[in-house]
């Protein structure tokens, strides 16, 4: 199967995919593919001494100047931070986009991610893949010719958000060698240092990240990892195109 090489990475936050994948968006930028960042929502409620629209605006510039570390578009939806909610016009949204920019590649949230936001968007980025080639649908974008393969990302820690294990990821990818390029996008959200400091007491955030990152490169003998898990419920391709194209770069637990 031939699939376009345009990687739409959609979360639900700004900074959710610099955190829990922007190393693989490098390699994957390195190996040709176009990079296009959605957020489902531009984070207004992750502000500290701003208003909801203050944040807003601060927290997309933010994500601005991430993705153009990648060369990346991009794109800020409207749903509302903290109260995501699976819309026939959420789906819609997300079906233009992918169309729009032709994916190959679709990534997001894990369906059973720690974050009520996080798991709405994936029922809508999933709902929205897989009639991206329908005709039917009510949007102008032309249909795909095929369906893009969809991954889902994870944050730290392999539990559901009742703290039970997860299955283990499909694959890791060892991202040490662009570990300055992914610092250099989450250094860019500045703003949800005190957040996390006041949200959940935690005082160094991007240095969590980056430990988590070290977490699961020690379960495959690496520096750095990011982790995914490939969607391959019924009606997706099962073409395991990221796993081919990093090659030596992607990792498998024993
Ligand atoms: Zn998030």
Redesign the pocket.
């Known amino acids: 199967m031939n699939f376009n090489k345009t990687v739409v990475a959609i979360?639900?936050?700004p900074?959710?995919t610099e955190a829990w994948c922007a190393g693989t968006l490098k390699l994957l930028k390195e190996s040709g593919y176009q990079i296009v960042i959605v957020t489902m929502t531009a984070g207004g409620m992750g502000g500290i001494g701003s208003t909801e629209e203050e944040t807003i605006r601060l927290r997309q510039q933010e994500a601005r100047k991430a993705a153009a570390v990648l060369d990346a578009e991009y794109i800020c939806m409207d749903g509302r931070d903290g109260y995501l909610f699976d819309t026939p016009e959420l789906r819609m949204e997300v079906t233009r986009i992918i169309r729009k920019y032709q994916a190959g590649i679709v990534m997001t949230h894990l369906p059973m991610d720690y974050?009520a936001?996080?798991r709405t968007c994936s029922n809508v980025v999933e709902a929205a893949t897989i009639v991206a080639s329908l005709p039917n649908v009510p949007v102008n974008e032309e249909p795909l010719p095929v369906t893009p393969l969809l991954y889902h990302t994870a944050p730290l820690t392999l539990t559901d958000p009742i703290g039970a294990p997860i299955p283990d990821p499909h694959f890791f990818v060892d991202v040490s060698g662009v570990m300055d390029t992914k610092r250099e996008m989450l250094q860019f959200h500045q703003s949800q240092k005190e957040l996390m400091r006041v949200m959940h007491k935690i005082d160094d955030f991007f240095g969590m990240v980056y430990q988590g990152n070290k977490d699961y490169g020690a379960m495959v003998d690496v520096d750095y990892a990011e982790v995914f898990w490939q969607h391959l419920g019924g009606g997706f391709q099962k073409d395991p195109l990221i796993q081919q194209e990093l090659g030596n770069q992607v990792k498998f637990k024993n």
């Open positions: 979360h639900a936050h900074d959710d974050h936001d996080h």
